[in-house]
């Protein structure tokens, strides 16, 4: 397919996927159509009928709880009280992240936030360069760039997967970008064939924020590896939480001394005589953001378990959603058969209310009280916060975007439910036969 061709669908795709949503807002009254649903039998539990949803609250709290802890972390953090052995932690777990994800140079870091200023500081690009970044993104990804003269030119996300929007990037890229910046929001990968082209095609510098995709791969290759450089953070809520923690990730040698040195003032004594970071033997650049070995000995212990875990969650997210999509109206971000998605923090299902004859605010209502731990969050959007319209924080200021479509239709349609940590096929089909109770009593929501 011709690359015009291959937008004009993509466009076509998304547009008609944002006026689905707008159109709900409009023709919620609207009857419902389409496939065969449930037949009603039991009154919704919010007009007094039994709850569907009867699995104890006490086990659902343990099999939703995160981070999950136990004896091999403490014995790992035990070890090291004992032996003072500390900073022998750090290169351990670096070897080991470096063998599970095949990048060339990594450094170990206190911080996703922390590798994020680091990996700026690392690509030396002249101040005033603008980065595409997404505004449906973590502020540090776009705050930070201030320190080093950079701007982010925020992008919209794909209502389709809730990632980076490749079509509004190329609309919005200017004469002064040099560099994009993706994220892999809830686990999923972006589109990083089609991001890595782009950028080629551009000239642009390609950094990755997998903060939330730990094992999450495309095409074979993981999360973290598509950048020329990239950052994971291991904070207490992600799929592979050292409490705090982050990772660097680099192909290029001099991005590798350059992010390092710039966290670690012991670092360039250890580099080759000929690198021009060598000089700065005694100093670094002036941070210190080096990981806690605690951390670290977390780290190897929660990596041993890491696929299990994300074969875990997708198997019961599979059992979950497999259901759930067949309900009109219902459902979840798409992904590309050559990619492998893992899932952080929920489980994100979509409601289009025009197909389903109901507002995502009745449909929450009604599942929980079905018993379903049915919750919402909108995502701050970057370009609507106070520091990127004042001129004292920037090279220049930053464009805001009137309009992210895809922000307002992932924060405006989406639903999530908890993930779940163990093996509960009961709980699953109660939240299964919740939501097909209340597709069944559709017309009383609308
Ligand atoms: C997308 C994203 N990037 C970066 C970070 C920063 O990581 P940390 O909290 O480890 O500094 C986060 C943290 O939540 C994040 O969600």
Known sequence: MKNDEKNEKTDNRRRSFLQAGSAALLS????????????????????????????????????????????????????????NAFYEELPLFEKEWQAYTGIPFLRAHINGSSAINSMLFAIDME?????????????????????????PNFVDIDPATGCFDLEDARK??????????????????????????????????????????HGASMQGKKTGTWGDLAIFSYQASKPMPTVEGGMGMYYNRLHYERATAYGEYSAP???????????????????????????????RVQLRGLDAHNALVNKNVRRMNDALIQLTGLSEPRVRPDQQRVYYYANMVLLD?????????????????????????????????????????????????????GDDYINGQHIFLPLIYGEADDLIDQYIKAFQKVWAHRSQLG
Not at 39 to 65: C, I, N, Q, W
Not at 278 to 297: I, S, V
Request: with cysteine.
């Open 353 to 405: 209310s025009t197909k389903a004859g109901f507002s995502r605010d009745a449909l929450k209502k009604a599942l929980r009280a079905e018993g379903v731990d049915a919750t919402t969050w909108v995502y701050p959007e970057q370009h609507k916060l106070t520091i990127y319209r004042e001129s004292q924080w920037w090279h220049h200021l930053p464009a805001i975007p009137t309009s992210l479509p």
């Open 127 to 151: 101040p005033g360069s603008e980065i595409l970044v997404p505004s449906y993104d973590f502020p540090t990804d776009c705050v930070a760039m201030r320190f080093f003269g950079y701007v």
């Open 269 to 299: 004594a250890t580099f080759p005589l000929d690198s021009p970071v060598h000089r700065y033997a005694g100093t670094g650049y002036g941070q210190k953001y080096r990981m806690h070995p605690f951390a670290a000995a977390i780290g």
């Open 172 to 213: 919005r890229i200017t004469t002064r970008t040099r560099a994009i910046f993706p994220m892999h929001s809830w686990g999923m990968p972006c589109e990083m064939d089609h991001i890595r082209a782009f950028a080629k095609e551009k000239n642009l510098i390609v950094l990755e924020d997998a903060a939330h995709s």
């Open 28 to 83: 919620l009254a609207m009857p419902p159509s389409g496939a065969a649903q449930p037949r009603p039998s039991e009154s919704l539990a919010m007009l007094g009928g039994p709850k569907a949803v009867s699995f104890p609250a006490d086990k659902f709290k343990e099999l939703t709880r995160w981070p999950r802890y136990g004896q091999n972390e403490k014995d790992a953090l035990n070890r090291l009280i004992d032996t």
